[in-house]
């Protein structure tokens, strides 16, 4: 059983030894942690020890004991128990309107004081399982808070937006704002290990911050974390990526298993962050050839690799070129210099082969991004076919595969600008109105469609002049009305029908979107 520590104070020595001979201690569950003189010197060993309940006198010398009391409760919380010689009422008040737990008056009779610390005991023991809750409801309800900023933000970082006015303003719906700044772009953080994942978040607040640079940080899933971050103008183009670096070296040294950086271009407008956001989750494929622990930002040139730098600079220029002019002989022929190349005149290795076949990949993904035309992300969101690589064993073959991959990439792109959104719109929109109970989170909705989350974005927004986002939360809005209305839920209830992982959040966005909080609605004219 925990003891409670015990202070006694009182400017009569004869008193505090007379209490610690008088009490069996120990049998009472506590244990004399110190005697002071007076109230001043009861104060500083109140600081000093902390102890959990206060036995002390009123009347004493340089600090009475009522002062002392009110300035110990802005110190450290206790228990306290009086013992005086003054029966005056006022004294009593005075200590009740404090907090005193028990006052007695001296001649002190043993059962009496230990009835008394019976009393403060069992009301400390019950304040701190009190206390021990209401911190577990926080943590629970952080926790949540958390979730349900990572909802919001992955699904911002799907979708797609013509201007930055269109992302503050969706952003501002959930009370998020990004940090003012002229260049904007995103980090992946992937960990090895996934049972490591909830601690790898805290190590990334701890350490992002220590950076001072303003991000937002969001679980991305896959054992990923994704921040985005607003830099100023003048911040040089390698300082970014070198924080990073410092920040991976630390966080190597933890006992996480390994860990993964992936870091996008930055753009000046913060409505790119979607496309830095994929960059960075695509740039955590360069693992494969620069280790599982590793900083990896998507512009870099795999050049210098091993089995690379004997690959001339004309075999990739014209490679760039046929991608530009996205003429398939012209693909189809390049491609097949750089593997004769490889193969006949350098007679490299085939695992420099395969590093080359996975950087022509690379290379026309790092086209496509920079192209007009919206490519599809997930045609490069899912790295699966990096591992497919490595188990193709020829040189032929990997020719073949790069060359159906780099036609299915230009294909699906060239798919998304001929596309006439109208009809899929319009069955997206039914879909939601039909399924309101469901999850309807951008990225889940657009594999239903089997189209990209930006896509699907991008499309919805043109055809209905309005953000999906703003779509959805206003049927779910519209849903939560009738629900109150027709129904005794609890408003907790209907915020988990309504795929709203936090109520406190889902309350706050009810009250924003309709003027009253979801109690005050159902209270409204023509509730039930």
């Not at 090895?192 to 991000?215: C, D, M, T």
Request: aromatic share 10%; proline share 4%; hydrophobic share 40%.
């Amino acid at each position: 059983m925990e003891k409670y520590k015990v202070l006694l104070i009182d400017d009569e020595p004869i008193i505090t030894q007379g209490l610690q001979i008088l009490i069996d201690w120990e049998a009472c569950g506590c244990e004399i942690a110190g005697c002071a003189s007076d109230g001043r010197e009861g104060l500083d060993m109140i600081k000093s020890l902390q102890p959990d309940i206060v036995i002390s006198d009123i009347r004493m010398p340089n600090c009475s004991g009522i002062d002392m009391i009110r300035q110990a409760l802005a110190i450290h919380p206790c228990g306290f128990i009086i013992l005086s010689g003054y029966s005056d009422f006022s004294y009593a008040k005075q200590c009740m309107s404090l907090g005193v737990q028990e006052y007695l008056l001296k001649p002190v009779v043993e059962s009496e004081l230990i009835q008394a610390l019976e009393k403060v005991r069992e009301q400390l023991a019950l304040q701190r399982k009190t206390q021990t809750a209401l911190t577990q409801l926080e943590d629970v309800s952080q926790q949540l808070s958390a979730l349900a900023l990572d909802d919001v933000l992955r699904d911002m970082m799907n979708s797609y937006f013509e201007t930055d006015e269109d992302l503050k303003i969706a952003l501002a719906d959930y009370d998020i704002s990004l940090a003012p700044g002229h260049t904007y772009l995103a980090a992946a953080f992937q960990a090895a290990a996934p049972e490591n994942i909830s601690v790898l978040r805290q190590e990334l607040l701890a350490g992002l911050s220590a950076l001072g640079i303003p991000f937002l940080l969001y679980y991305h899933g896959s054992n990923t974390y994704l921040g985005i971050f607003s830099l100023p103008l003048d911040t040089p183009p390698d300082f970014f990526t070198e924080q990073l670096t410092e920040l991976h070296q630390k966080m190597s040294m933890q006992a996480h298993g390994g860990l993964c950086i992936g870091v996008g271009r930055p753009y000046p407008c913060a409505s790119h962050l979607p496309v830095s956001c994929k960059q960075a989750l695509f740039a955590l494929s360069y693992k494969i050839i620069r280790g599982a622990s590793s900083v990896n930002p998507f512009d870099s040139s795999l050049k210098n690799a091993h089995f690379i730098q004997t690959l001339p600079d004309g075999l990739w220029d014209a490679y760039r070129q046929s991608l530009m002019q996205s003429n398939f002989a012209s693909i189809t022929s390049s491609i097949h210099k750089v593997f004769h190349y490889l193969s006949e005149i350098a007679d490299t290795p085939l695992l420099g082969i395969q590093i080359n076949a996975l950087n022509l990949l690379m290379t026309c993904i790092q086209y496509m991004t920079e192209s007009e035309a919206a490519p599809d992300p997930d045609a490069y969101g899912n790295v699966d076919f990096m591992q497919q690589i490595s188990a193709i064993q020829t040189a032929d073959e990997l020719e073949k595969y790069v060359q159906n991959i780099v036609y299915s990439l230009i294909n699906r792109s060239r798919d998304n600008e001929l596309a006439r959104p109208s009809e899929l719109i319009s069955q997206v929109e039914n879909y939601i109105n039909s399924n309101y109970l469901e999850d309807l989170s951008l990225m889940t909705v657009a594999q239903m469609f089997y189209i990209s989350p930006i896509y699907l974005s991008q499309a919805f927004k043109k055809q209905t002049g309005q953000l999906y986002l703003d779509y959805v939360t206003q049927v779910k809005i519209n849903a939560a009305k009738k629900l109150l209305l027709t129904t005794d839920l609890m408003v907790y209830e209907i915020a988990e029908r309504l795929h709203y992982k936090d109520s406190k959040y889902f309350s706050r966005l009810f009250e924003k979107k309709t003027g009253k909080k979801p109690s005050e609605y159902r209270k409204s004219p023509g509730g039930r």
